[in-house]
Every structure is written in structure tokens, then in C-alpha cells.
């Protein structure tokens, strides 16, 4: 199975910073990666897809870039409910995998 | 606008056998093109893809469950179920039910609030 490893796996930062987390595969994953945000107690929801195409109604202070096996989320001037903890995604090749997730909290 | 609903026993006895299911609102799935799926979620841990599958009855699982997983459709109640037997204390997650939007490699734009299931005796 593909290994996806994110970084870091833990982020401090301040409302209207720019943060970045980063996705690592084991493999080439061509354009099947996926980023979500998970708030506590909450089901994870799509940010982003097919690494740079942002899924309806994300707000675009939220972009994907990267190819091959290296993937990162850019976070533009965080707002408070940001704060929460992010999941890449492969969809590439079988079986689907996660990263282990990156938390992000208040600095 | 579509929504998906997961329901079953919150307390499994180890060894016996895991069942949920998840009923889909705004949507049918024996007409759709989607593909309904199963992803679980330890406490306090990262996301476990458990298993896809499409209305034609192809299902695709986790290698890791395979042989333990089912998953299937009843049509008449617009529902998906899961099935996962032999359970131990490392099947204990929140279980998310939800859909991949026309193909099995893909990935999940729609998510139930998830059921909590432990497992004891």
C-alpha cells in the first residue's frame, strides 16, 4: 500500500498566518490526492482534490499544489475556525490510504 | 442536497460481528453513478479506508479486512450496510459512511456524522 507521510504532524500557528503542511508518498500518485479538515467531534470534509482544485464552497484561502510524491496544503491568513487537523488522501492506486493527519492549534 | 446517516449497536462483544448501516437521503443509490463507501476512524487516531462499493454489486476492500469485511446495498431502503465479523478491541473507531463521486479511485465529498463503535464484553 502507499505510504503517505504528512508534515508536521503537529503546527502552532496565529490568525492571518500562512501555514503549509506537506504530504509525502511512497509512490508516484499522479493527480489522485485529496486534502480534508477534521474539527473535533466532526467528520472530515473535503478541501481540496485531484491536488489543486478546490472543492465548492471551500473558501480559497485554501490551495493544493505539488506532483509526483511530494503534495502540500498552503493555508493563506488562517481564521479561527482553520484551526482543526488536516488529512491528505490517495486515491491512485489500491488500496486508498490517509496521511496520519497534521493538528493545527492556536499558537 | 444529499445526506448520509450511519445507525447500528454502539457496543459490540469481541468475537462477535460489527453491523451498521447508512442511509442516504438525496440521492438513490441503485440509480446513481457514485460509489458508496465505509472509512473508520480510531479514537484519537488518523483515517482507515475500510472498503467502496457500486451499485452493481462490485466491492472493492481494504486488503488489511478483506476477510472479515462486507459490504452491501438494500435498495428498497436506500441504504448501505456494513458488516465486519470477529472483532476485537482494535476495531473500536467512529465509522463513517460516504460517497466517492463516479468512481471507486476517488475520493469522499460526502460524509455521515459517523457511529461510535466500541467493542467489550
Known amino acids: 500500500a502507499i505510504q503517505l507521510t504528512q508534515s508536521p504532524s503537529s503546527l502552532s500557528a496565529s490568525v492571518g498566518d500562512r501555514v503549509t503542511i506537506t504530504c509525502r508518498a511512497s509512490?508516484?500518485?499522479?493527480?489522485?490526492l485529496a486534502w480534508y479538515q477534521q474539527n473535533p467531534g466532526k467528520s472530515p470534509r473535503l478541501l481540496i482534490y485531484d491536488v489543486s482544485t478546490l472543492e465548492s464552497g471551500v473558501p480559497s484561502r485554501f490551495s493544493g499544489s505539488g506532483s509526483g510524491t511530494e503534495f502540500t496544503l498552503t493555508i493563506t491568513s488562517l481564521q479561527p475556525e482553520d484551526f482543526a487537523t488536516y488529512y491528505c488522501q490517495q486515491f491512485n492506486r489500491f488500496p486508498i490510504t490517509f496521511g496520519q493527519g497534521t493538528r493545527l492549534d492556536f499558537k | 442536497q444529499l445526506q448520509l446517516q450511519e445507525s447500528g449497536p454502539g457496543l459490540v462483544e469481541p468475537s462477535e460481528t460489527l453491523s451498521l448501516t447508512c442511509s442516504v437521503s438525496?440521492?438513490?443509490?441503485?440509480?446513481?453513478?457514485?460509489?458508496w463507501g465505509w472509512i473508520r476512524q480510531p479514537p484519537g487516531k488518523g483515517l482507515e479506508w475500510i472498503g467502496t462499493?457500486?451499485?452493481?454489486?462490485?466491492?472493492y476492500y481494504n486488503p488489511s479486512l478483506e476477510s472479515r469485511v462486507t459490504i452491501s446495498l438494500d435498495t428498497s431502503k436506500n441504504q448501505f450496510s456494513l458488516n465486519l465479523t470477529s472483532v476485537t478491541a482494535a476495531d473500536r473507531a467512529m465509522y463513517y459512511c460516504a460517497r466517492a463521486p463516479l468512481s471507486v479511485m476517488r475520493y469522499f465529498d460526502h460524509w455521515g456524522q459517523g457511529a461510535l463503535v466500541t467493542v467489550s464484553s
Open positions: 438525496g440521492a438513490s443509490i441503485s440509480r446513481s453513478n457514485d460509489y
Open positions: 462499493f457500486f451499485r452493481s454489486g462490485s466491492t
Open positions: 509512490e508516484d500518485l499522479s493527480s489522485g
